[in-house]
């Protein structure tokens, strides 16, 4: 878990009153890990549930925790806060937390140092799903959302602290430092055009069956927020998977034709095409217009091959004197790397990435990933978080000189 855009840099850190607090002291201790220099300051009620004695130790400094404190306040202890960080980020950013930010209110060590910050503000949402989904909460992350120096990184979906499945846990530490990152961009695709395919398709067998696969897009969505957080215009075509809103282009889609239809309108414009999606090989001959019943069942189901995206994508491209980087991706469960091999030749990609899908902690569904990134010169491995993986693979976009990095 690594990022040099961390190093080197001094972060505010602002913790909320919720179950999540404690998580807190892992982050700031990740930060340090990484090269940066962290402030903390607490609401009361975070307090209650981690010390500041506490985060004093892991952060190595003092923690503000009262406006009112004589000896925090005789360099005014906000102000100084405020003016010394690059990055002010806020976890968990409980519904009361967030309520008195986006308002403008002051009332504690944390909302009065962010009314006087002016840099990149994070806030990592931590709550029960019902406060998530309620119509203030959405209105005020809307608002967040809509302030131009704010960003939001989640929240996660799983299990929650008091038993209930849902929207609201705080986002994992990897995912947290990545997006932390994210605010520091290194602007190496500015002004590129970037196109990534993501999730997986379906193909309907009657009304209410279809053929697909597990692929949930995660990796495909990192790519692109990625490439967004470098500068560049993205445009993600999506296949049916759930996902909240996003900085940039999202086109929904449903089987690999479509796919197909979305890809091939933009292909040529792009800088960069990335096609991680999961596109169904194979789809039924014969679609029922009608749901099948059991007894009705056919014994044999004929399937025909479906378009395979990027080879169509890349043959059209290679017609012309300009063309996209190319980017694939190879998900397999044996001969992972010789099968990759084979991808990249036959497609004419610059690069593939090689994903072992049986691998614990990889492949569809999981919010880490190891991959081998393979081009006509060498390979190489790569693990961590989808977010990691995709900075990673970037980088390795960069030093093919056809998108030129940061000098």
Known sequence: MSSN?????????????????????????????????????????????????????????SVMTDYFDVAQEERFGHLHLARWADAFVVLPATADLIARIVT???????????????????????????????????????????TPNMHLVGP?????????????????????IAATASLFPSHAL???????????????????????????????????????????????????????????????????????????????VADVFVASAAVSDWKPSVVSPQKTKKGESPETLTLVRTPDVLLTASTKVHANAKRPLLVGFAAETHDVTSYAKQKLAKKKLDLIVANDVSAAGAGFGTDTNAVTIISATGETNVQGSKRQVASRLWDEVAAIGKVPADV
């Open 5 to 61: 855009s961390l190093q080197g840099k001094r972060i505010a850190v602002g913790v909320g009153g919720g179950i999540a607090a404690y998580k807190a002291g892992d982050f700031v201790r990740e930060l340090r890990r990484q090269g940066s220099t962290v402030k903390v300051a607490m609401t009361k009620s975070a307090q209650e549930f981690i010390t500041p004695l506490t985060m004093q130790s892991l952060s190595g400094d």
């Open 104 to 146: 403008g209110m002051g009332n504690d060590a944390v909302t009065t140092s962010l009314l006087a910050f002016r840099g990149p503000v994070l806030l990592a949402p931590a709550m029960n799903t019902a406060m998530w989904e309620n119509a203030a909460v959405q209105r005020n992350i809307a608002t967040a959302r809509a």
């Open 156 to 176: 996660g979906v799983g299990p929650l602290a008091d038993g209930d499945v849902g929207a609201g846990r705080l986002v994992d530490l990897p995912e947290l």
């Open 190 to 268: 500015t002004g590129k055009r970037v196109l990534v395919t993501a999730g997986p398709t379906r193909e309907s067998m009657d009304p209410v069956r279809f053929i697909s696969n597990p692929s949930t897009g995660k990796m495909g969505l990192a790519v692109a927020d990625e490439a967004h957080s470098r500068g560049a215009q993205v445009t993600v075509v999506l296949g049916p998977v759930e996902v909240g809103a996003k900085p940039y282009e999202v086109i929904r889609v449903t089987t690999a034709d479509e796919m197909l239809s979305a890809v091939m309108a933009r292909v040529e």
